[in-house]
T-cell receptor, first 118, second 111 residues
């Protein structure tokens, strides 16, 4: 298993450009999420999905869109990049939410995408 | 709302024991996680507590007191490779997989 993969590893954008950060997992996890990590701010949830076709907003969703057409893929789109979106972006996934009671089910993180917006 | 506090930085000596504290105030509680994150890398899972008490896993232990909104991560026999950030995260709602993370504690292990 490759686990959670993210592409690209590094990206530099100009203000106003758009791009898509790719995330894929091969563990058949239902839950997937996107975080951004900034110095002194910790990990903050951008968007999440509890299954194909279902997405919802997290703590800091503005300027980002997501979709979940398959269980495996959860891309994050930056519509019009701004310098404030310079950050490290992590995708994560967890086991099926259909199991009850929810037990340990930790989130598995991808290696991250380091994005700079000039 | 969710509020999770942990110290920003700590320094400890190789071979010693260090305790990293985490306090939380959340609207609901359904588990507390500790993650380790080396510089430039992704977070990796260390431990999980949902009931009060101590969970031990090798050199690492984690403690939870739900009534006090308090947890700690205990690292024994510190090694240089333990130099990393340690992230406390709380799952607030039953049936939810959303985690709220603290800002992390950067631990430096010195010889």
């Amino acid at each position: 298993n490759a686990g959670v993969t993210q592409t690209p590893k590094f990206q530099v954008l100009k203000t106003g450009q758009s791009m898509t950060l790719q995330c894929a997992q091969d563990m058949n996890h239902e839950y997937m999420s996107w975080y951004r990590q900034d110095p002194g701010m910790g990990l903050r949830l951008i968007h999440y999905s509890v299954g194909a076709g279902i997405t919802d907003q997290g703590e800091v969703p503005n300027g980002y869109n997501v979709s979940r057409s398959t269980t495996e893929d959860f891309p994050l789109r930056l519509l019009s990049a701004a310098p404030s979106q310079t950050s490290v972006y992590f995708c994560a996934s967890s086991y099926s939410i259909s199991r009850t009671p929810i037990v340990r089910d930790e989130q598995f993180f991808g290696p991250g995408t380091r994005l700079t917006v000039l | 709302g969710q509020n999770i506090d942990q110290p920003t930085e700590m320094t400890a000596t190789e071979g010693a024991i260090v305790q990293i504290n985490c306090t939380y105030q959340t609207s609901g509680f359904n588990g507390l996680f500790w993650y380790q994150q080396h510089a430039g890398e992704a977070p990796t899972f260390l431990s999980y507590n949902v009931l009060d008490g101590l969970e031990e896993k090798g050199r690492f232990s984690s403690f939870l007191s739900r009534s006090k909104g308090y947890s700690y991560l205990l690292l024994k026999e510190l090694q240089m490779k333990d130099s990393a950030s340690y992230l406390c995260a709380v799952r607030g709602k039953a049936g939810s997989y959303q985690l709220t993370f603290g800002k992390g504690t950067k631990l430096s292990v010195i010889p």
